[in-house]
C-alpha cells in the first residue's frame, strides 16, 4: 500500500484478498491497471468482502453534491413502456429530486404512478413541463434551480432525454454555466431496436426526418453507408411513404421495423424493404386498430445487405 506505482499483478493480488466479490470482477473487467489504489482500495475495504453497491454495507445517493452543495443536473432515463424497466437508480434519483422537469406532467404522472405503488413512496417533486415549444424558454430556470442548490431531474416522456427529445438546449447550456452534468442511463430506442435487429452496431442516427419528401429523400442518401446501420424515428402514419422512399433508392435494402416497443403489442419486422411495405399494407383492418398507438414513435433501423 505504501509503494505508489505497485506492479499490475501486485495490484490485483492485493484486490483479491480484500474484495474476491463481484466488485473485484468489475474492477478487474473494466480497469486492470488502477492508478489511484488508495482510493479503490478503501472503496473496497468499506463495503467488505463480496459486497456491493446497493446491499447496505455504503450509504449511497443517486447524485452528490459539490464543496459548494449545488448538485448536478440529472439527465434521466425512462421506460420506453414497460415500468419495470426503470431502474434502481433512476428511482431513487426521482424520490430524491426536489423538481422534475417532464416533457408532459400528465405523462410522467402516470409513469410515477406506475414505478411507485405506495402514495406514500411516491416522489413529492414538483413537475414542471419542458418541451420542444418552450425549451428555449425554461433553460434559465432549469439551470438557476441547480445553482440554488435544488435537485433537478431532467426526464423525457420515453427514452433517454436530448435523444429526438427535448434537453439538448438545456444540457448545452448547463455546460456553458459550468455546471455539472450526470447521466442516469437507462432505456434508449435507438439501442434497444439495434440490439434486436442483427444489423451492424455501427450506426448513423438521424432521428426524425423533414415531412417533406424532397428532403426526407436527400437525408436518407445522405445517412445511407456500406458498412452502417441507418436509424430514424418516425410516426408510424408515415412509416410507409418512409419505405417507399427508401425503396426507390435502394431497392435491395434490408430494414428492421420496431414498433411499441417493451409493451404488450411489441412488433419487430425484419424484411427486405419490398417486402415489408407489402407485409403493412397487407395487414388486417382489425390488428391495425388493435396493435399500437398511432401518434407513439416508432424506430426502425435499415442495413446494406450484405453480399
Request: glycine share 8%.
Amino acid at each position: 500500500l505504501r509503494d505508489p506505482n505497485p506492479s499490475p499483478s501486485l495490484r490485483l493480488g492485493m484486490l483479491r484478498r480484500l474484495a474476491p466479490g463481484p466488485i473485484l470482477a468489475a474492477l478487474i473487467a473494466s480497469r486492470p491497471y488502477i492508478p489511484n489504489m488508495r482510493r479503490i482500495l478503501s472503496t473496497v475495504t468499506r463495503r467488505g468482502p463480496g459486497r456491493g453497491v446497493g446491499d447496505g454495507s455504503v450509504p449511497i445517493r443517486a447524485s452528490i453534491s459539490d464543496q459548494n452543495g449545488v448538485h448536478p443536473l440529472l439527465v434521466l432515463a425512462t421506460p420506453l413502456g414497460n415500468p419495470e424497466d426503470i431502474s434502481l437508480r433512476a428511482r431513487r434519483a426521482l424520490s430524491e429530486a426536489d423538481v422534475i422537469y417532464c416533457e408532459d406532467t400528465r405523462v410522467s404522472q402516470g409513469l410515477m404512478q406506475a414505478v411507485y405503488q405506495s402514495d406514500n413512496d411516491r416522489p413529492s417533486a414538483k413537475l414542471r413541463s419542458l418541451h420542444s415549444h418552450n425549451e428555449g424558454h425554461r433553460i434559465e430556470e432549469v439551470l438557476e434551480a441547480v445553482k440554488s442548490g435544488q435537485r433537478v431531474a431532467l426526464i423525457s416522456d420515453a427514452g433517454t432525454p436530448g435523444i429526438s427529445d427535448p434537453g439538448a438546449r438545456v444540457v448545452e447550456a448547463a455546460h456553458q454555466w459550468g455546471l455539472k452534468v450526470s447521466p442516469i442511463p437507462g432505456p434508449s430506442a435507438v439501442s434497444t431496436l439495434l440490439s434486436v435487429s442483427g444489423m451492424p452496431s455501427k450506426h448513423i442516427f438521424l432521428g426524425f426526418l423533414p415531412r417533406g419528401r424532397g428532403q426526407r429523400v436527400a437525408r436518407l442518401k445522405q445517412g445511407l453507408r456500406p458498412g452502417y446501420t441507418l436509424v430514424v424515428f418516425s410516426p408510424m402514419r408515415d412509416v410507409i411513404e418512409l419505405l417507399e422512399d427508401l425503396r426507390d433508392i435502394a431497392p435491395t435494402a434490408l430494414v428492421t421495423l420496431g414498433r411499441e416497443l417493451t409493451k404488450k403489442y411489441e412488433e419487430v419486422k425484419r424484411l427486405p424493404v419490398i417486402a415489408l411495405i407489402d407485409s403493412l399494407n397487407n395487414r388486417p383492418e382489425e390488428e391495425k386498430k388493435r396493435r399500437g398507438e398511432p401518434m407513439r414513435l416508432p424506430s426502425w433501423g435499415y442495413g446494406q445487405r450484405r453480399r
